[in-house]
């Protein structure tokens, strides 16, 4: 059988169909009776509004539905052949008033159905996308999920990742507001937006950068009333599964490293900050590095705190001493007293450029190994 509305396939219910037939003879009734319809009869329109909507028919084509069968046999309803006006009138009122009531249910059922086809695609890309990232998936499977999604997993895919000042959690108001305005401008296809560790993450096809871009600016200025992230930062593309799960990883990378070196760059890169995995990949060089470079400083008054704050300020205004009091709070005298005691404690002469690189990297370690809070 074929939808009323001839869009429907062989075998397909006719729901409008039988929705019509339902409140005809429902209608019927009333007109004969005047009573109103029972809970039973507003349970099955609810139901046949489900129905509906999950066969993929609108709620306007179902009110036309409903409003049609009325109209159709007004003039034959049993209690609209009455001979005084006021007994018209109070069929005419019952069937009314039945209709509204129909229509309600119909209504309540199809958002009650479309309410669960849409937490259903949540769950369906809330799990394609922690597999994605989990990269421990079959891959077959994986990739027959994903084109539901209308996402090539043979292409290439960037992974951007928002962190806030609170932990995202999952259909809050933030990553809702989000998510919606990145789908009004752009093919939803070409990205997924999901909750993951308390972390807002954004998976764009390859060339969308405008996708990451606008997830980014969103991310950090959601609009009044929602609280914006703190840092974004973004991974680089690569290709294949595997490729979304290093992309992602990379971006986690990027907001440790920024969170370790108190950088204060709200948008981060994860080739910004290539330096720092390569000075990490030997751990025990770099802490040999720090005790080495840096260690003498826990000799001075008031410990090596000071005295890293003071090479770190150095190298961000540039080596200008001026501007680097500036920014410590201290006269250009203490400044020259301070590098003084580096000079003399390390060895290590600021004023000389190959012994600037060695302290400013020995202080990069410090950060990312917390030294001196933790030991090395």
């Known amino acids: 059988m074929t939808a009323a509305n001839g869009t429907g396939t062989p075998g397909t219910p006719d729901i409008p169909g039988k929705l019509a037939g339902h409140c005809l003879a429902l209608f019927t009734e009333v007109s004969r009776t005047g009573r109103l319809l029972r809970r039973a009869e507003l349970e099955r329109l609810r139901d046949l509004g489900e129905r509906a909507a999950e066969a993929g028919h609108g709620l306007r084509d179902l009110v036309g539905v409903c409003l049609g069968a009325t109209r159709a046999s007004w003039q034959t309803f049993p209690g609209l052949t009455a001979v005084t006006t006021a007994e018209v009138r109070r069929t005419g009122d019952a069937v009314l008033a039945a209709t509204q009531a129909a229509l309600g249910a119909v209504a309540e059922g199809h958002e009650r159905a479309q309410r669960m086809a849409v937490r259903q695609e949540e769950a369906n890309r809330r799990e394609l996308v922690n597999d994605l990232l989990h990269g421990r998936t079959d891959l077959g499977r994986l990739a027959e999920r994903a084109e539901r999604f209308g996402l090539r997993l043979a292409a290439g895919y960037t992974v951007a990742v928002a962190v806030g000042a609170e932990p995202y959690l999952e259909g809050a108001p933030t990553p809702h507001r989000v998510l919606r305005e990145l789908t009004g401008r752009y093919d939803d296809r070409t990205l997924l937006l999901a909750v993951r560790d308390g972390r807002l993450v954004c ?14 600016d969103l991310a950090l200025r959601p609009g009044p ?3 914006p992230a703190l840092r974004v930062a973004t991974g680089r593309r690569y290709g294949g599964t595997g490729g979304i799960v290093r992309s992602y990883e990379e971006a986690l990378a990027t907001l440790e490293y920024a969170e370790r070196l108190g ?22 060089a770099m802490a040999d590095l720090v005790r080495t470079v840096l260690g003498p400083l826990t000799a001075a008054r008031g410990g090596a705190r000071p005295l890293l704050e003071t090479i770190t300020v150095q190298a961000e205004a540039g080596y200008v001493n001026a501007e680097t009091a500036r920014r410590l709070g201290l006269s250009v005298r203490a400044l020259g007293y301070r590098l003084e005691r580096i000079r003399d404690l390390t060895g290590y002469d600021p004023a000389e450029a190959l012994h600037r690189y060695t302290l400013e990297t ?15």
């Open 263 to 284: 950088l204060p760059a709200a948008r981060l890169r994860a080739e910004e900050l290539l330096v720092f995995p390569v000075l990490m990949r030997d751990r025990e």
């Open 362 to 376: 020995a202080v990069m370690g410090a950060r990312l190994l917390d030294w001196p809070d933790q030991p090395l």
């Open 225 to 227: 009333g929602y609280p």
């Open 203 to 216: 998976i764009a096809s390859d060339g969308e950068q405008a996708v990451l871009t606008a997830f980014t």
